[in-house]
């Protein structure tokens, strides 16, 4: 069984620090990986994808894949209030399906 | 911006009874997928749809479930006899590309219908 498993959280940061999310997958020939944000009964929003090994900066997050440890992070940078959400950890499936993690709630206190 | 459109945003109905949950891709998207989230728990892969074939279906997607393309826009997912446990809400998504390393086979969802089977 493929699985994807993320720290249920609450994460709790304050206003302006830097935020980090941590997921880890089962499944070494994984390719593609991305991050989603949900608001409280919304929809999965992506905020990024990563292919390759390393860093990826888009504005405050980066994201960061380690493939040898099956390791992919989030980073978000003076945090907001407004990005307290629950983030999701996806990995897409040989055959296409995205294969969510339980998601890390996080909350960024004024 | 092109968006992934879905209705009804909340569904009501008796165990047992039928239902269809529609969806509209994004408009140069190729590829169709249902996902469902029980309250509280991850989000779950159903189906994914390609050139009028289901690619893919989860253990989830039994014989109770079918999923139909019935024109060039709508997406559906029909429930043939609803049970407490389908409750949940239901997440439509499309990409253009299946495998990719780029934003091509990125998927984006729509806002959900929330199914709520008494």
């Known amino acids: 069984q493929k699985e994807v498993e993320q720290n249920s959280g609450p994460l709790s940061v304050p206003e302006g620090a830097i935020a980090s999310l941590n997921c880890t997958y089962s499944d070494r020939g994984s390719q593609s990986f991305f991050w989603y944000r949900q608001y409280s009964g919304k929809s999965p929003e992506l905020i990024m994808f990563?292919?390759?090994?390393g860093d990826k900066e888009d504005g405050r997050f980066t994201a960061q894949l380690n493939k040898a440890s099956q390791y992919v992070s989030l980073l978000i940078r003076d945090s907001q209030p407004s990005d307290s959400a629950t983030y999701l950890c996806a990995v897409k499936g040989p055959e296409g399906k995205l294969i969510f993690g339980q998601g890390t709630e996080l909350s960024v206190k004024p | 911006e092109p968006e992934v459109t879905q209705t009804p945003s909340h569904q009501v109905t008796q165990m047992g009874q039928e239902v269809i949950l529609r969806c509209v891709p994004i408009s140069n998207h190729l590829y169709f997928y249902w996902y469902r989230q029980i309250l509280g728990q991850k989000v779950e892969f159903l189906v994914s749809?390609?050139?009028?074939?289901?690619?893919?279906k989860s253990e989830i997607f039994d014989d109770q479930f079918s999923v139909e393309r019935p024109d060039g826009s709508n997406f559906t997912l029909k429930i043939r006899s609803t049970k407490l446990e389908d409750s949940a809400m239901y997440f439509c998504?499309?990409?253009?590309?299946?495998?990719?390393?780029?934003?091509?086979?990125?998927?984006?969802f729509g806002p959900g219908t929330r199914l709520t089977v008494l």
């Open positions: 749809f390609y050139n009028n074939e289901i690619s893919e």
């Open positions: 990563i292919y390759s090994n």
């Open positions: 998504a499309s990409s253009e590309a299946l495998r990719a390393s780029g934003e091509a086979d990125t998927q984006y």
